[in-house]
């Protein structure tokens, strides 16, 4: 079992900044990969960014200059720090690590942290 706890969100002017923690639990975190997803109202959640257990990162094409994932294995705890956010930014932002076993894929989610950027 995994236990996933974001952190960190709240009400910004565009072109500020924030910094999200999610703090993980239950299982052995530098193992694994971890992933912070959004969701901005009436939208579908999509990926944000991901970072592998040996720190490889991958963004969504239109987020690579403004955030950065990183990770602390010491701490059990993955960052986003979001950089030059804009209205278009504002939902609400999950923590997000899969675990497979076999052919069965198994997704942890945090209970979410709302992000949201307006003047």
């Known amino acids: 079992q995994v236990q996933l706890v974001e952190s960190g969100g709240g009400l910004v002017q565009p072109g500020g900044s924030l910094r999200l923690s999610c703090a993980a639990s239950?299982?052995?975190?530098?193992?694994?990969?971890m992933n912070w997803y959004r969701q901005a109202p009436g939208k579908q959640r999509e990926l944000v960014a991901a970072?592998?257990?040996?720190?490889?990162?991958n963004y969504a094409d239109s987020l690579k200059d403004r955030f950065t994932i990183s990770r602390d294995n010491a701490k059990n705890t993955v960052y986003l720090q979001m950089n030059s956010l804009k209205p278009e930014d504002t939902a609400v932002y999950y923590c997000?690590?899969?675990?497979?076993?076999?052919?069965?894929?198994?997704?942890?989610w945090g209970q979410g942290t709302q992000v949201t950027v307006s003047s």
């Open positions: 239950g299982s052995i975190f530098s193992l694994y990969t």
């Open positions: 970072i592998s257990s040996g720190g490889s990162t």
């Open positions: 997000n690590t899969k675990r497979f076993i076999g052919a069965t894929r198994y997704d942890y």
